[in-house]
């Protein structure tokens, strides 16, 4: 069994900044990659920034130069520190990662139930 529970959601105002949390538990013998995506009401779940265990980055075009993700491997935990937050980026986040629950086991993707983000003008 996985778990994956994210944390640091709320509301703030434009410009502002939050650090979004999200640490996996359970049975986990690797994981091979954790990321962020976002959904706001009607439309479509996109990937906001991911990071690859040989460390390797992606990130939206609507958030580069504004959005930071780490991970802390010891922990299984994924972190986006959001900065000059607008109101474009109101949305819920989720926490995907892709990781084997043993060493005969597949890959395969596990989210976490969203936390929401609220930019206020």
């Known amino acids: 069994q996985v778990q994956l529970v994210e944390s640091g959601g709320g509301l703030v105002q434009a410009g502002g900044s939050l650090r979004l949390s999200c640490s996996a538990s359970?049975?986990?013998?690797?994981?091979?990659?954790m990321g962020w995506y976002r959904q706001a009401p009607g439309k479509q779940r996109d990937l906001v920034a991911a990071?690859?265990?040989?460390?390797?980055?992606n990130y939206a075009d609507s958030v580069k130069g504004r959005f930071t993700i780490s991970r802390d491997n010891a922990k299984n935990t994924v972190y986006l520190q959001m900065n000059s937050l607008k109101p474009e980026d109101t949305a819920v986040y989720y926490c995907?990662?892709?990781?084997?629950?043993?060493?005969?086991?597949?890959?395969?993707?596990?989210w976490g139930q969203g936390t929401q983000v609220t930019v206020s003008s």
């Open positions: 359970g049975s986990i013998f690797r994981i091979n990659a």
């Open positions: 995907n990662a892709n990781l084997k629950t043993s060493r005969y086991s597949g890959s395969r993707d596990y």
């Open positions: 990071i690859t265990n040989g460390g390797s980055t």
